[in-house]
């Protein structure tokens, strides 16, 4: 008996499930150039993109009607990510699944996806399996790469000219398998761009990426902790005790303070939040755009005030370092101002540094404060302070007035009281505080 007809309905099956693979769909009519025509999607999710978490990820793309579409896939992993290799898993143990959704024979239908491990890894990374319909169809798909590199791997359908579209599909690779690690976020918050190409039999291929941002950086213990952050930011903490995440954001509007007496460099604000246990001081670094701040400094706002804490710059790489005790807003930028201590202080700085000031004396602090035009400012909003040089505290602040071209104000040590060791002087116009700084030790 001739049972070819009675066969026939489940070889369609087979053959529509093996060209529908991971969404390859050849129209059997259509003309390879339409492909540069169409416009596949591609997207990537994680769930909180939490530093370092073995994490779920899902890839999802769908394919528009009316053009041939890839027979290849190629993902592209961005480095950062760390896959485990297939010498961790047993056969067939499950690593993620999914779900392939087409049209055939002029009826949408979905089908259920599984990626399976296989040991035979033939000199890869890792060995995938994408089985399709409860393996009606199995695709094998070799991983490649490393986590300083990124890794890849590609799935191809044979191809068979029955199937139309629209084409869709999405898959999850599991964060852990069985309490193994097997999908891994990236420690350093950043922006991870995934990609993807869509490659037909002819050759033609559109590439299309995807991006998942990573918050924060993995905060470890120890001392001297170097976090890495987007955009050339860094932060090393002088002793962290409790491990966690230290997350960076960025903002065009200033802080309720206001603005500072400075020209903001790059046009943003920054704020650090971390949930390690630390200890200060810690090291900022921030970039600044050369072309409009040839004279960089980093400014730390503290009790509302902005303070210039800069401690170097780096012209090679465009950055600016400051030292702190605390967190709140920080920002790079060009000072409004230029500032320059004279007479009888800048004859005392000669003599020696910290200079030598007497007890029961009244030191006149005078100082000059010019635009960028070397033009002299005269400002109500000029004042001096006193700061204990071990922990930063301020002691006193003395209000400075503008004279014909200089700045003046009276240090009186006998009623400060100050107690032994260095302290600094500094000069503070509206909310902001200026370079250089003068240190000096009550005799």
Request: net charge negative.
């Amino acid at each position: 008996m001739n049972k070819f007809p009675e066969l026939m309905p489940k070889l369609i099956r087979i053959l529509s499930i093996t060209v529908l693979l991971l969404g390859i769909n050849l129209v059997y009519f259509t003309p390879q150039n339409v492909y540069a025509f169409q416009d596949p999607t591609f997207t990537v999710t994680s769930g909180t993109a939490t530093p370092g978490a073995a994490e779920d990820i899902t890839l999802g793309f769908e394919e528009p009607v009316g053009s041939e579409f890839g027979v290849t896939k190629v993902f592209r992993i961005p480095a950062g990510w760390d896959v485990a290799g297939g010498d961790m898993f047993i056969d067939n143990t499950v690593l993620g699944t999914g779900s392939f959704t087409g049209v055939i024979g002029g009826g949408l239908s979905t089908f259920p996806m599984t990626i399976l491990n296989d040991s035979d890894l033939q000199g890869h990374k890792a060995h995938w399996k994408f089985s399709i319909a409860g393996g009606a169809v199995v695709l094998d798909s070799f991983v490649d790469g490393d986590i300083n590199g990124g890794y890849s791997f590609s799935v191809t359908a044979p191809v068979a000219p029955i199937i139309s579209t629209p084409t869709s599909s999405t898959f999850t690779l599991n964060g852990s398998v069985d309490g193994t690690t097997f999908m891994t976020n990236p420690t350093v918050a950043g922006d991870y761009v995934w990609e993807a190409d869509f490659i037909t039999s002819g050759g033609a291929t559109i590439t299309k990426q995807a991006t998942i941002s990573v918050p924060g950086t993995l905060t470890p213990t120890g001392n001297d902790v170097a976090v890495d952050l987007p955009n050339s930011v860094s932060v090393i903490f002088n002793s962290v005790t409790t491990a966690g995440v230290t997350t960076l954001t960025t903002t065009p509007t200033a802080p309720p303070a206001g603005t500072g007496q400075f020209q903001l460099s790059g046009g943003l604000y920054f704020d650090f939040n971390s949930s390690a246990e630390f200890s200060c001081p810690c090291t900022v670094t921030l970039p600044y755009d050369p072309i409009e701040t040839p004279n960089p400094r980093i400014y730390h706002m503290e009790d509302s005030v902005w303070l210039d804490v800069t401690t170097s710059v780096n012209t090679l790489n465009n950055t600016v370092t400051g030292v702190v005790s605390s967190f709140s807003f920080f920002a790079a930028g060009e000072p409004s101002f230029g500032l320059e201590f004279i007479a009888p202080v800048s004859a005392l700085l000669e003599k020696s540094n910290p200079m030598q000031v007497e007890n029961e004396s009244t030191l006149p602090v005078n100082f000059v404060i010019n635009d960028a035009s070397d033009n002299f400012i005269s400002r109500n909003d000029v004042s001096v302070q006193v700061v204990n040089n071990s922990t930063n505290v301020l002691v006193s602040q003395i209000s400075a007035q503008p004279l014909k071209k200089h700045y003046k104000a009276n240090l009186n040590l006998k009623d400060l009281n100050l107690a032994n060791g260095t302290y600094k002087l500094r000069v503070k116009v509206g909310n902001t505080t200026y370079t250089p700084v003068v240190l000096f030790q009550p005799i």
